[in-house]
């Protein structure tokens, strides 16, 4: 069973800084893109940051300059380094991978459980 496990939320004052990762395990070939989307409070979800497999990025307008996405593909992880935080970045921070089971199968999704960042103004 494929599981995303994140790690790193918490509460920070505006301007302040926090690293967010994510690692999935279980039994599968590969991994194909990582990304993070965040989920404001009474919002919907929304991507922030997203890396593929081959080191192709894509921003949100709102956190660039601000958010930097890295991958350990040998740790099948995904990085989220934020700082300069805003209270507009206060939500829950989800991981989504798309996953390849087999070498021949199709691909699929999975998202992780959620973190969740605070920040105070």
């Known amino acids: 069973q494929v599981q995303l496990v994140e790690s790193g939320g918490g509460l920070v004052q505006a301007g302040g800084s926090l690293r967010l990762s994510c690692a999935a395990s279980?039994?599968?070939?590969?991994?194909?893109?990582m990304a993070w989307y965040h989920q404001a409070p009474g919002k919907e979800r929304e991507l922030v940051a997203s890396i593929t497999s081959r080191g192709s990025l894509k921003y949100a307008d709102s956190v660039k300059g601000r958010f930097t996405i890295s991958r350990d593909s040998a740790k099948n992880a995904v990085y989220l380094q934020m700082n300069s935080l805003k209270p507009e970045d206060t939500g829950v921070y989800f991981c989504?991978?798309?996953?390849?089971?087999?070498?021949?199968?199709?691909?699929?999704?999975?998202w992780g459980q959620g973190t969740q960042v605070t920040v105070s103004s």
């Open positions: 989504y991978a798309i996953i390849v089971l087999l070498a021949t199968s199709p691909t699929r999704q999975y």
């Open positions: 279980g039994a599968f070939f590969s991994v194909d893109l």
